[in-house]
Every structure is written in C-alpha cells, then in structure tokens.
C-alpha cells in the first residue's frame, strides 16, 4: 500500500480524479459525503498545498479564510480536525468539530477583516485608477479611437445552444451542424485563453486586427498595422470575458488535445460531454463563483451551475 505522501511529490498537483482514484471504495464514500457536509457549512475548498511531511494537504476555508485542514493517509483513511477519518462515525465527529469552530464569533471576526480589507482595496484602487490616469494622459493625443482597445474574444457559448445539443443527442438525432457550432467555439475559445495568457507572461501581447504579436510596454503599445493597445486594459478585458485561465488550465489543455482527434459525431460529442462533466466535478468540489463552466458558458453562476447540474441528472 503505498501512502499518499509517497503517491504524488511537489512536481504533480493531484486532481479530484486522482483524489477519489486512491482511496478504497468505501471510504470515497466517505471522504464525498464528508466533504459534502463542509460545503454545507458555507466552506469552500482552495487550492492544495505541498508539505514535505504530509504531501499534499487540502484546506476548507469560510470566505477564503481557511478554518480545517484535511491530509490524506491512505487509501483507508484521511485527518481532519485532529480526527483520523476511517468510517461516517469519525466523519461526523470531525464535522462536529469544525461546525463548533465555524461559530458566530468565527464569522463576525471574518466579516470585521473583510470590511477593512475591502476600504483598504477600494484606496488601493483609486490609486491605480489615478496612476493609470496619469499614464493614458501623456499618450492620450497619440490615441486613434478606431483603432484603440478593440478586442475580440472568442464568445462563450450559450445555454439554450448546449440544452437543443443535449436534446438532440436524447432524441437520436444528434445535430451535426450545432455540434460543431459548439465543439470548435470551445475549443478556439481555449486555445485563445491559453495564447494570450502565455504571451503576457513574456510581455508581449496579440494584435486582434492582423494577429502579429508585438511587445507591450507600459505606455501605448502600436502594431504595425495601426491598432494600440493599453496593456492593463487588455488584460482587465481578458479576465472580465473570463477567458479559460486558472486552476482548471489542465481541463482546457486535455480539451484542446482530445477535440481535433474527434472525427465522428459521436467521438465529437463524448468529448463535449467530458467537458461538461469536467464542470459538474468541479462544482461538486466547491469551486463557486467562477468554476470552469462559466469559462465556457454564457450567464452568471446561477445559470450555469442550473445548466450543469440538469445535464448532470436529468
């Protein structure tokens, strides 16, 4: 038996599959309805972490402030609250635990620190916004407006477009012409996200006009075929378009390798339905606001969480 630690070094983040993968039949059972009753409790998972003397340990946080760590041991059991989880007896005495620290006392002192944290940010940002005005004032008579700041993201796509594939699909008439509409928006959408977010990174941005890539400064930045950008505001678009990025980049890069191997309708759809199912796991392991499906799917969280769960069961 080969225990968690020794499973997975600091080179290879496990995913929620390779999660319920280790552990032994029942306690996966375990280990989700446990996790299920933390997100009960208004706990939110975030991302995991290293140790050297635990491997890779998951924290549960009420509004990004963690409150219970979880370490996995084996396949047989996994600590939470100081308990060794072996059975749904010790799981409810670990939530007893956490649910007794998760107090009104716990969420006024969190709610006090947001409080002051967001005055600090809104300072913060009227900082920014003074200094980026300073900026745009000293290049503000270079500016072409027709040629200034037009972006052109790949769009998401939109529920009732995903809801008449899935009914087709039911129906045993499955529509080619919309499967692709949706297949190739996803998959431009992905590679777009990934291009750009790279680029960046080695400070260069993509001309949306004749897509030459150019390195941006932090002043007006001019293609050769006239269009300018503001770096800022290109990424301030970036991620207000919520453009595949993130934790869940290894869902977008497995979707852009499966879908051009796609040839018939069928293989097309299977990996749309893997997408899909790839957003349900990710709801179900806590992500909210911005989970991966609103990086591929139109409306606001409640729309889409709505969208994911139908397909998911119904």
Request: a positive charge.
């Amino acid at each position: 038996m080969v225990s968690w630690k020794d499973l997975y070094d600091d080179s290879v983040k496990p995913t929620i599959y390779q999660i319920r993968a280790y552990f032994s039949k029942d306690m996966l059972n375990v280990f989700e309805k446990f996790t299920q009753e933390l997100y009960s409790l208004d706990l939110d998972s975030v991302r995991p972490i290293y140790t050297k003397s635990k491997g890779w340990i998951f924290k549960y946080a009420y509004k990004h402030f963690p409150l219970i760590t979880v370490f996995i041991i084996d396949p047989t059991c996994f600590y939470a609250a100081d308990i060794c989880v072996k059975d749904m007896e010790t799981a409810y005495k670990a939530i007893e635990i956490i649910s007794n620290k998760n107090n009104a006392e716990f969420k006024e002192k969190v709610e006090k620190i947001l409080v002051e944290r967001r005055i600090k940010q809104k300072e913060n940002g009227r900082k920014i916004r003074e200094k980026d005005k300073d900026v745009k004032d000293k290049f503000a008579s270079l500016i072409v407006p027709d040629r200034y700041n037009k972006f052109k993201w790949v769009p998401r796509v939109s529920p009732s477009k995903i809801r008449k594939l899935y009914k087709s699909s039911v129906d045993m008439c499955l529509d080619s012409k919309l499967l692709d509409d949706i297949g190739y928006t996803f998959y431009a959408r992905c590679i777009q996200g990934k291009e750009i977010k790279i680029l960046y990174h080695e400070g260069k941005l993509k001309c949306f006009n004749c897509n030459n890539v150019i390195e941006y400064n932090k002043a007006l930045t001019q293609c050769e075929c006239g269009y300018q950008y503001y770096y800022k505001d290109y990424m301030l678009s970036y991620s207000s378009r919520k453009m595949p990025t993130g934790g869940a980049q290894y869902v977008f890069d497995e979707f852009i390798e499966r879908w051009p191997k796609a040839k018939t309708d069928s293989e097309k759809m299977f990996v749309i339905d893997w997408l899909i199912h790839e957003c349900h796991m990710n709801i179900s392991s806590g992500a909210k606001r911005d989970f991966t499906g609103r990086n591929l799917i139109e409306g606001n969280y409640k729309e889409t969480k709505r969208l994911i769960m139908e397909l998911a069961y119904e």
